[in-house]
């Protein structure tokens, strides 16, 4: 029983390391790959403008975090047909 609890201690401290790897922050290039495996998230840019920053947060295949800043050109301007 003993065996046990040290065990499934060890399983919940080793998760809880895991869990705080830090967020990986791509770099922003014509011919980035990327390995999206799950958007998490991604910035509306419906209403501005202009090129206006973005991000994309996304899991790759490993299930490792990531974040891309990058600029994109808004959609929804008054003058853009």
């Known amino acids: 029983m003993k065996l046990f609890v040290l065990g ?3 399983l919940l401290a080793t998760g809880s390391v895991l869990a705080a790897e830090p967020v990986i922050h791509d770099k922003t ?5 990327l390995d999206v495996a ?3 998230s991604s910035t509306d840019t419906y ?3 202009g090129i206006v920053p973005a991000r994309l ?3 790759d295949s490993q299930g490792r975090e990531h974040v891309l800043d990058y600029q ?6 008054a003058s853009d047909n």
């Open 47 to 49: 209403g501005q403008c």
């Open 38 to 40: 799950k958007v998490l």
């Open 72 to 77: 994109v050109q808004g959609i929804g301007c």
């Open 8 to 10: 499934f201690t060890a």
């Open 29 to 33: 290039g014509f011919f980035v790959h």
């Open 57 to 59: 947060d996304y899991l």
